[in-house]
């Protein structure tokens, strides 16, 4: 069965970074789109970026452009989000998901799995 389970996140200064991952397993990795969404406390969720199939193409919520970078190694079926310059309205808890096609996308658009998520607090 599908799994996608998140690592990486914790405690960080403003300012600071952080790098977050997603194990997957249970379906061929390299053939899908994958993303980053983010939910912060009492607010819904938020779609931070998308990546590709292999990577060819990526995108980015314009409150992350310039700061994040999303990306994949297709060999260890995992996805990594490099965070920079983190802000306190970074803080969210961030999961990895599944798109249903090879094709990225802008937006929350439609995924068929989620993982668990992983909690980001940034505050000094």
């Known amino acids: 069965q599908v799994a996608l389970v998140e690592s990486g996140g914790g405690l960080v200064r403003p300012g600071g970074s952080l790098r977050l991952s997603c194990a997957a397993s249970?379906?061929?990795?390299?053939?899908?789109?994958m993303s980053w969404v983010r939910q912060a406390p009492g607010k819904g969720l938020e779609w931070v970026s998308d990546?590709?199939?292999?990577?060819?193409?990526?995108y980015y919520a314009d409150s992350v452009k310039g700061r994040f970078v999303v990306s994949r190694d297709d060999a260890w079926n995992t996805l990594y989000l490099q965070m920079n310059s983190l802000k306190p309205e970074d803080t969210a808890v961030y999961y990895c998901?599944?798109?249903?096609?090879?094709?990225?996308?802008?937006?929350?658009?439609?995924?068929?799995?989620r993982g668990q998520g992983t909690q980001v607090t940034v505050s000094s």
């Open positions: 990546i590709s199939s292999r990577g060819g193409f990526t």
């Open positions: 998901t599944k798109r249903l096609s090879l094709f990225a996308l802008t937006g929350l658009g439609a995924y068929d799995y």
């Open positions: 249970g379906f061929a990795f390299s053939d899908y789109a």
